[in-house]
């Protein structure tokens, strides 16, 4: 059974940090792509960042280019992305999930970033 537990978030102030982790469990993680999405309420749910199987080559959404950083540890099955220099703006709940044949959704994890 596949899941993608992510956790990490919360309430953070305008130029804070937060780092995300979504644990994979279900199937071979170090043979897939994936993503970190983002949805706000009302809004389609947009791609972040990404990352190839191996980790050797991202993709920042120019929204958040240079701010946040995706990695990953393909030995302990987990998906990071760390958040820096957090706008109100990046408020969302985060997602993670496959690049390729992608799998049903976690709950997600909450980001709050407001003074």
């Known amino acids: 059974q596949v899941q993608l537990v992510e956790s990490g978030g919360g309430l953070v102030q305008p130029g804070g940090s937060l780092r995300l982790s979504c644990a994979v469990s279900?199937?071979?993680?170090?043979?897939?792509?994936m993503r970190w999405y983002r949805q706000t309420p009302g809004k389609e749910r947009e791609v972040v960042a990404a990352?190839?199987?191996?980790?050797?080559?991202?993709h920042i959404a120019d929204s958040v280019k240079g701010r946040f950083t995706i990695s990953r540890d393909n030995v302990n099955n987990t998906l990071y992305l760390q958040m820096n220099r957090l706008k109100p703006e990046d408020t969302a709940v985060y997602y993670c999930?496959?690049?390729?044949?992608?799998?049903?959704w976690g709950q997600g994890t909450q980001v709050t970033v407001s003074s």
């Open positions: 990352i190839t199987s191996s980790g050797s080559t991202t």
């Open positions: 279900g199937f071979t993680f170090s043979k897939f792509g």
């Open positions: 999930n496959r690049i390729l044949n992608p799998k049903p």
